[in-house]
């Protein structure tokens, strides 16, 4: 994919403050700190694009980029950090729950894993809800170098048993050497060169 522009849109909580739906969209998502903000600066080639902090629960709001003026990038605030209050995790949950089921030019999900981390049960229940709902779905593994290849492999067949799913459904991604880039380019591409947008109904 050819990045000619990147451009941050606008900050929303709920549908009144969304951008027109006038773009295919792709939503990520992931728990806090597994490397969400850098995944999208590497698909755009841009180091600033997304706001990137080493502290976890940073991203509290639905961020919206416009990708080539042809579509949007949506970063959703991360899951699973336990210093954030009840309340907020409610409210966030909520706010994401309204964009994935309500959105109609949303194309696809990330769904994004550390893949130091054996995938638990809100990456299960998670998947398992964007199935449900209809929303396609591309699972990648961050931060792949921090691993030998022995390793990779060894995590890839943890969240495979984990998530109930097929080896070639997990892509793996390092941002350090770009290990898988052109594979997330590819998933992500199909989901929006499909000919019909999820319907997000029963």
């Not at 850098?38 to 698909?43: G, H, K, R, V």
Request: with cysteine; aromatic share 8%.
């Amino acid at each position: 994919m050819i990045i000619k522009s990147a451009e941050f849109v606008l900050s929303a909580t709920k549908p009144s403050n969304y951008p027109p739906a006038d773009l295919p969209e792709i939503a990520f998502s992931g728990r806090s700190n597994v490397g969400k903000s850098t995944l999208i600066n590497s698909l755009v080639n841009r180091r600033h694009l997304v706001k990137t902090s080493s502290t976890p629960g940073r991203t509290q709001l639905l961020n919206f980029f416009a990708i080539n003026d042809a579509f949007m990038f949506v970063d959703l605030p991360g899951y699973g950090y336990a210093r954030v209050p009840e309340k907020v995790k409610k409210d966030w949950g909520q706010m994401i729950e309204t964009y994935l089921s309500t959105r109609p030019t949303l194309k696809g999900a990330v769904l994004i894993i550390d893949i130091r981390r054996k995938p638990g049960e809100d990456e299960q229940n998670f998947i398992l809800w964007l199935h449900q709902q209809g929303i396609p779905t591309v699972l990648v593994l961050t931060k792949a170098d921090k691993l030998s290849k022995t390793d990779q492999k060894k995590q890839i067949l943890a969240a495979q048993k984990a998530l109930s799913v097929l080896p070639e459904e997990l892509i793996c991604f390092s941002a350090k050497t770009r290990l898988g880039l052109d594979l997330v380019w590819k998933a992500i591409s199909h989901c929006l060169e499909a000919d019909t947008p999820p319907t997000n109904e029963p």
